[in-house]
């Protein structure tokens, strides 16, 4: 198994789990920790064979991730800092293009780029204790891993402003009627169980399609692509799969579908 030195990697039966280790100072993100998740999704991406979603914590049960590391933008110039949201951005992008689910079990503060990361993420179900906020307005920035972005498209512009302009703390209750979270779950434990529940949901469902399903949805927020259009050329791909075939012939025949990913 591949060892980080801010990661925990383990590879369960149907899932990946990928915990951030840094609890000394709240999972913050550094650039090393950065560089690390983007590796581990790449040895993901290769290595999809039985595996049906990925879950990304932080270690600890105090936080999930409570923001980039701040003590690293003592060293910022013009080049490093566009070097660091570069970085960041490429980590956030492949996260959410990712062709199994990616659920964020927010098990504590999702700060800044904590919040960042967990809005990349395909789901996320957030544990009571959990706390949501992008207080980069506080340090004289703007979230730079894409939140500006993906919270406006993921709960509206409204409520996304108010979150970035305010830099409030919000509670994992209210992230739920904000719809930033899809589930609440009382502990680690339960959220845990609740994001294996999905998967073995996921795990019943043809590959290909639950791949085409994240693409085609990711079109909707992409200027450069015709949602519509690229919605026909993936669902033709989908109909070209035995998965396809499966399917209806299990339909009629009454019994669940075997799904090969063919
Ligand atoms: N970075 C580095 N260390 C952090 C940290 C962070 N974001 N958050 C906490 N820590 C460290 C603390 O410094 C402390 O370390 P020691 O002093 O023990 O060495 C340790 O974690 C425990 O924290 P506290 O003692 O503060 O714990 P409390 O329970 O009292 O408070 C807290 C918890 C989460 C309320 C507090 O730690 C806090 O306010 N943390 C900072 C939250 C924050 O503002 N996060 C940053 C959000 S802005 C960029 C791209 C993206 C971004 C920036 C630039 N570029 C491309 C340039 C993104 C920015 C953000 O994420």
Redesign the pocket.
């Known amino acids: 198994m591949i060892r980080y030195n801010n990661l925990l990697f383990e590879v369960t039966k149907d899932y990946y789990l990928i915990k951030i280790n840094r609890p000394?100072?709240?999972n913050?993100?550094n650039q090393e920790t950065i560089k690390e998740l983007k590796s581990c999704f790449d040895y993901i991406d290769n290595n999809l064979k039985n595996k049906y979603g990925v879950i990304i914590t932080g270690e600890g049960d105090?936080?999930f991730v409570?923001?980039?590391?701040?003590?690293e933008?003592t060293q910022?110039d013009n080049d490093?800092?566009?070097k660091?949201?570069k970085n960041?951005h490429d980590l956030f992008n492949k996260i959410e293009r990712m062709p199994i689910p990616v659920i964020a079990l927010v098990n504590g503060?999702a700060?800044?780029?904590?919040c960042?990361l967990s809005l990349a993420c395909h789901l996320r179900i957030a544990t009571k204790n959990a706390q949501f906020?992008?207080?980069?307005i506080?340090?004289g920035?703007i979230?730079?891993?894409g939140g500006t972005q993906r919270l406006s498209q993921i709960i509206g512009k409204s409520k996304a402003l108010e979150i970035m302009l305010t830099a409030n703390m919000i509670s994992a209750q209210k992230a739920y009627e904000y719809n930033l979270v899809n589930d609440l779950a009382k502990n680690y434990n339960e959220a845990l169980k609740k994001a294996h529940e999905l998967i073995l949901i996921f795990k019943r469902k043809a590959p290909v399609a639950i791949k085409n399903v994240i693409r085609s949805v990711n079109n909707y927020y992409d200027i450069n692509v015709d949602g519509f259009q690229e919605e026909i050329n993936l669902f033709v791909d989908c109909s070209k799969t035995k998965d396809f075939n499966e399917g209806v012939k299990a339909f009629i025949e009454k019994r669940c579908p075997d799904f090969t990913g063919e």
């Open positions: 000394k100072n709240l913050a993100l105090k936080s409570a923001g980039a590391d701040i003590k933008f910022l490093s800092s566009l660091f949201c960041g503060y700060l800044g780029g904590g960042e906020s992008q207080p980069e506080n340090l920035l979230p730079g891993y």
